[in-house]
């Protein structure tokens, strides 16, 4: 029996025993000693992947894995690790399963129900004197199944309401992350050379603009925070003189409606077309976005796919024929690494203004009391196969120079100007219009004793249309004209 020694802890010890016989022979033994050990482990790193990296969000649902390295005990060996993995609920992690590994440093573990749950791995190592190290965990993740969707936003809620002239204008909002919001801006007196800029995070954008027949103009636009916090968002005058810019900005009511189309293509000129994507991941965000244009479904024969990381908007700037069908293909993918692809409706390229037939023009009369009033009645239909009319506007003209102060001299020789415009807007020399000028008119107010007051002017009220259809306007626009005739008739029967 060996007496009581003191140990060192890391020291190696060997016991020696040797046997004697009764005539003095003996041998001995050797143990291939040990070595004390009193201390834990050491921890080391783990991974929330079984590739020795981090993800926050992950999309195996059915099995995720952990892997580790670092762990070591100078006094004796690791013998065994325990693997769990804890989920986030009630304010705090808890472990819903445990599984012992001796020799490898990766495992995988089945979970379920795990959709937008947020989780981690913890591991302890044991080593040979059975002293346990402290745990280790990973970095937390959450599990996303669902690939990125296309939304179209149910309702909106105003948020705030700006007026200015300025040629930079700076509105702060309070933003949350994956939320969409809509920019409405209305241009009181617009011109064909407007153009506004709108920068929102890294994003930079054209305003596409409507035009409208009393010279306004209105844009929409639609943007997706990819963080939360106070962000500006800077509307910027590129035109001289500066309009009065009137806007409201919106922000989406939660509860997003799964659309089928939410790629926006648009025209802005000749050469540039603008797209706009509408996909948001609710659970682990937009990683990137891909977009190719081509001249066919799925087709990227004009623009291969192209990173734009996680905007939401791209312009392509390319000069194609005239009545090409162009599509806008999107691959969108989540910080989950999975994926969708969109395509967007087909949009004809178009260079040519509307055509405008002129179907009648005629005059009608009547009389109430001591007022004649004469209508002037214009029938035409225009048609644009390609973009389709945004608007038309008609427009009385004598001798050949537009009537703007509504007065016209009786039994002049009048023109009817109809002027559409198609939905692509473009710089001033191409502002995408067509001018058609009718046939010559004699305008009969009075039909009799019409040499004697000649030189007489009344006034005209124009009635005009705005309306739009997707390729085809056809109007019927009239002009009511009040004559005061009775002391005209008077002098005519005298």
């Known amino acids: 029996m060996c007496p009581a020694l003191p140990l060192k802890p890391g020291a190696r010890y060997f016991f020696t025993v040797t046997a004697v016989n009764n005539i003095g022979k003996y041998v001995s033994l050797s143990s291939d000693g ?4 009193d201390s ?3 921890s080391g790193v783990v991974f929330n992947t079984p590739y020795y990296k981090n993800k926050h969000y992950q999309s195996n649902s059915a099995s995720v894995g ?3 390295f670092g762990f070591s005990d100078s006094e004796s060996f690791i013998r065994n690790y325990s693997v769990s993995i804890e989920v986030y609920e009630n304010d705090s992690f808890h472990s819903i399963e445990t599984k012992n590994m001796k020799f ?11 959709e937008s749950m947020k989780y981690r791995f913890s591991v302890q190592a044991s080593d040979a004197a059975g002293r346990n190290s402290e745990k280790t965990f990973s970095s937390p993740f959450i599990i996303d199944n669902s690939a990125p969707k296309a939304f179209k936003c149910n309702e909106y809620t105003l948020m705030k309401t700006s007026n200015t002239y300025s040629e930079n204008t700076y509105l702060t909002v309070d933003s949350l992350e994956t939320t969409s919001y809509k920019i409405s801006i209305l241009v009181k007196e617009a011109s064909w050379d407007t153009r506004i800029v709108l920068k929102f995070e890294d994003e930079i954008m054209l ?3 409507k035009m409208f027949v009393n010279g306004s103009a209105s844009g929409n636009f639609d943007l997706i925070a990819i963080s939360s916090g106070n962000k ?4 910027i005058q590129q035109q001289t003189p500066l309009h009065r810019l009137d806007i409201d900005i919106y922000r989406c009511i939660p509860g997003y409606k799964t659309s089928s189309n939410p790629i926006e293509l648009t025209q802005l000129s000749l050469d540039e077309y603008q797209a706009c994507v509408k996909a948001i991941d609710s659970e682990s965000g937009i990683l990137k976005l891909k977009l190719g244009l081509g001249t066919t479904e799925n087709g990227t024969q004009i623009c291969p796919l192209v990173d734009i990381g996680n905007k939401h908007h791209s312009s392509f700037h390319v000069l194609l024929p005239h009545g090409s069908p162009i599509f806008v293909k999107t691959v969108a993918e989540n910080f989950a ?3 969708s692809c969109f395509v967007s409706k087909r949009l004809i390229v178009d260079h040519t203004p509307p055509y405008i037939t002129i179907l009648s023009v005629s005059l009608d009369y009547k009389d109430v009391g001591n007022t004649t009033y004469t209508r002037i009645d214009v029938n035409y239909r225009s048609v644009d196969p390609e973009s389709g009319v945004k608007h038309c506007s008609v427009c009385i003209s004598e001798y050949n120079i537009i009537i703007s ?10 023109r009817f100007v109809v002027k559409c415009v198609t939905f692509i807007s473009s710089d001033p020399e191409n502002t995408g219009c067509l001018l058609f000028i009718s046939h010559c008119l004699e305008l009969l107010c009075c039909n009799f004793c019409f040499r004697k007051f000649r030189g007489f002017t009344h006034q005209i009220l124009p009635k005009c249309c705005d309306e739009s259809f997707p390729e085809e306007l056809s109007v019927h626009s009239s002009w009511y004209q009040a004559c005061a005739l009775s002391h005209m008739r008077q002098q005519c029967r005298t």
């Not at 500006?232 to 509307?235: K, R």
């Not at 102060?405 to 009048?414: A, G, R």
């Open 34 to 37: 040990l070595v004390v050990d």
């Open 40 to 42: 834990e482990p050491r």
């Open 66 to 68: 952990a892997s580790w």
């Open 104 to 114: 490898l440093t990766d495992s995988e573990i089945k979970i379920s129900n795990s």
């Open 207 to 209: 305003l596409p603009l």
């Open 232 to 235: 500006t968002i800077s509307i």
């Open 337 to 339: 690494h999975l994926q």
């Open 405 to 414: 102060n509504m007065k016209i001299n009786y039994f002049s020789p009048v």
